[in-house]
């Protein structure tokens, strides 16, 4: 970048400073004009020299001209003396205190293109410094990302070549690497989750600049996906230059590459782990421990079995499963994405707490009973109708207060489940049935109010109660029997979203 003030203390140009209010703005080019408007045809960046033809009346008009080339985005305005004026007119030098336009005079003795060939020569030497630094600066960070921990090296080093800081932050808006750099005090880590929380909905296509106190943080998406899973966050102690941009850029193009990495690494393990927990659900422990082993190589460790397990199932948007996927995955934990639904594979003491972290993350959580891993199937369906009940006011529920409330609790879990087995026998698996009987007992024998919860005519529900009755050979207008019915569904789970989660049975109508 080449300033106003390098311009204007070349020694052999012999310019006399006027009013510097800005000496580091940055020349694009000089330009000439004894226009009274030259900014149509100025781009911004320009010093801009004038030896004031046609303004020796001027006084007042000082003031729109000074105006109108402080909003072209001119960086100095260079007034020939000793021509047109003597000395640089108050007026104008007013106006640009005003405007806080940079302001110079230009003596009879300097050439308007010896300026010109000044300020090309800095230009040049400008671009072959940038580019020998932009140079050394992608030999630095390619170096870098050859380091066994490529992330953590790759954001130490642009950090130091921007002299600030620099720092990975993942979708929650933490760091997972820094920040690091010589200005990690600079760094304004609540700005930097404003600007992350505002880029997600937006994807890979975002990113963020803000200025202030002479610092500048940048916040852009890492990844080839349209769903970044990471952001860098730069910050510059001073203004932006061409060298930090483009070290900014060569750093993000390398970090997205090591990041992309990761994902497919990831993807492998996560492929390895979905069948492990396949195998557990079929009650294999001994084949998933095989694969959860063959897992470990790709790169990170993988988590053990534990003796006793509670099976969790978590449902919840698209992005909330995959962002508490990842962070389980840290831990590590045994989870994956199965058929919509998060599922993981908890210690049985652990399981209440691993849920409640997922409950944070918006999600809803069904937590299944605490078995033997040759048991896992037995807990993954218990986690199911858990979080069946699960509603917006209570995002959670253990299979514990589904069954062993109540009545269930004093009849014991295998007397309880022969009784419901034997009971619910009659109406095999017939789905219509069951969830109509769960219904009806919900709304304690009211065929209006349960045509209502299903969806459909009263008449419909009131031949599918008749099925009912007829199948078990029992009247549901007897109160024992809706217990003994209510009962029997409550510890089968067989239509947990139809029964009543308040832990009391139904009642007559």
């Keep these: 970048m080449v300033s106003v003030a390098e311009l204007v203390g070349r020694p052999e140009l012999a310019l006399e400073a006027l009013h510097i209010p800005d000496p580091g703005a940055s020349v694009r080019w000089v330009a000439t004009s004894e226009l009274a ?19 020796e009346p001027w006084d007042a008009e000082w003031d729109a001209y000074v105006a109108r080339l402080a909003q072209a985005g001119t960086r100095a305005l260079g007034l020939a003396v000793g021509l047109t004026h003597r000395a640089a007119p108050p007026a104008l030098v007013t106006a640009c205190r005003r405007e806080g336009l940079n302001l110079f005079a230009v003596p009879r003795a300097t050439r308007f293109v010896a300026v010109s060939h000044s300020a090309a020569e800095l230009l040049q030497a400008e671009r072959e410094s940038l580019t020998l630094r932009s140079f050394d600066a992608q030999q630095a960070l390619t170096g870098a990302a050859l380091d066994p921990d490529g992330l953590t090296a790759l954001t130490t080093r642009l950090a130091e070549l921007v002299g600030g800081a620099a ?30 929380a505002r880029m997600l909905p937006r994807g890979r296509h975002a990113a963020a600049s803000s200025t202030g106190r002479d610092i500048v943080t940048v916040v852009r998406p890492l990844g080839l996906h349209a769903r970044p899973e990471a952001w860098l966050a730069t910050v510059v102690p001073h203004r932006l230059d061409d060298h930090d941009r483009a070290a900014m850029s060569t750093a993000g193009t390398l970090l997205g590459l090591a990041l992309e990495q990761q994902r497919e690494q990831r ?9 492990a927990i396949e195998l ?54 045994l989870a994956t994405v199965h058929d919509d639904e998060l599922v993981v594979v908890a210690a049985a003491a652990s399981a209440t707490g691993i849920a409640a972290s997922l409950v944070g993350r918006d999600l809803r959580v069904g937590i299944g009973r605490s078995v033997t891993t040759d048991q896992a199937s037995a807990s993954h369906a218990a986690a199911g109708h858990a979080l069946a009940t699960t509603t917006a006011a209570a995002p959670m529920c253990t299979w514990d207060d589904l069954a062993n409330t109540g009545v ?55 031949n599918r109660v008749e099925q009912i009755e007829a199948r ?34 139904p009642t007559s109508a």
């Design 408 to 462: 269930v609790g004093f009849l014991g879990r295998e007397a309880a489940s022969a009784f419901a087995t034997s009971f619910l026998a009659p109406l095999g698996d017939d789905r219509i049935l069951l969830q109509t009987l769960g219904a009806f007992l919900r709304e304690h024998g009211s065929r209006g109010e349960t045509a209502a919860r299903l969806g459909v005519h009263r008449n419909t529900v009131r």
């Design 472 to 505: 078990l050979r029992r009247s549901l207008d007897d109160p024992q029997v809706r217990v003994d019915a209510w009962v029997a569904l409550r510890v089968t789970g067989a239509v947990g979203t139809d029964l009543s989660a308040s832990g009391e049975p």
């Design 280 to 333: 557990l659900l079929a009650d294999e422990p001994r084949t998933a421990r095989i694969v959860l082993g063959a897992a470990t190589t790709v790169g990170h460790s993988e988590p053990t079995l534990p003796r006793r397990l509670r099976i969790l199932r978590a449902t919840g948007s698209d992005d909330a499963r995959q962002d508490a996927l990842t962070v389980l995955e840290s831990e590590p934990l």
């Design 267 to 275: 993807r492998t393990g996560r492929q390895l782990r979905t069948r």
């Design 167 to 196: 720092a990975l932050i993942g979708r929650d808006g933490s760091p997972s690497h820094g920040p690091y750099g010589p200005a990690v005090r600079e760094f304004d880590l609540p700005l930097v989750r404003q600007q992350v």
């Design 37 to 55: 408007d030259p900014t149509p045809y100025l781009e911004g960046g320009e010093v801009l020299l004038t030896t004031g033809l046609g303004t």
